[in-house]
């Protein structure tokens, strides 16, 4: 008999823009559990963004998520076994 599954864990929106998304990403970019040094450098780039782009009518947050969906992929791809052999398939 199997296991029942975890809860899932609801991640929380950051305190400045209140994004869950910032939070994930602030998360992934966290080292050795340092998350307040992790949000200073997030802020500090959306800092330099917004400096070297000054008369853009897209905000910092924007632009980053702009550039978040540019690289994640459209298409996710699932392995199945066909014949002992696994294969790539949508």
């Known amino acids: 008999m199997r296991k029942s599954k ?5 991640v929380l929106p950051d305190p400045v823009f209140n994004e869950s998304m910032v939070t994930k990403f602030v998360n992934h970019l ?4 340092k ?8 802020y500090s780039s959306l ?3 917004k400096k070297k782009l000054p008369n853009e009518e897209k905000s ?10 540019n690289i994640t992929p459209l ?8 014949g002992g052999a696994r294969n790539q398939f949508q």
């Open 30 to 33: 966290m080292f050795d559990g």
């Open 60 to 69: 910092p947050l924007e632009v980053w998520k702009k550039a978040l969906e």
């Open 47 to 49: 800092e330099t963004v």
């Open 6 to 10: 975890p809860k899932k864990r609801i």
């Open 75 to 82: 298409v996710e791809v699932k392995s199945r076994r066909v």
């Open 35 to 42: 998350k307040s040094t992790a949000f200073d450098i997030f």
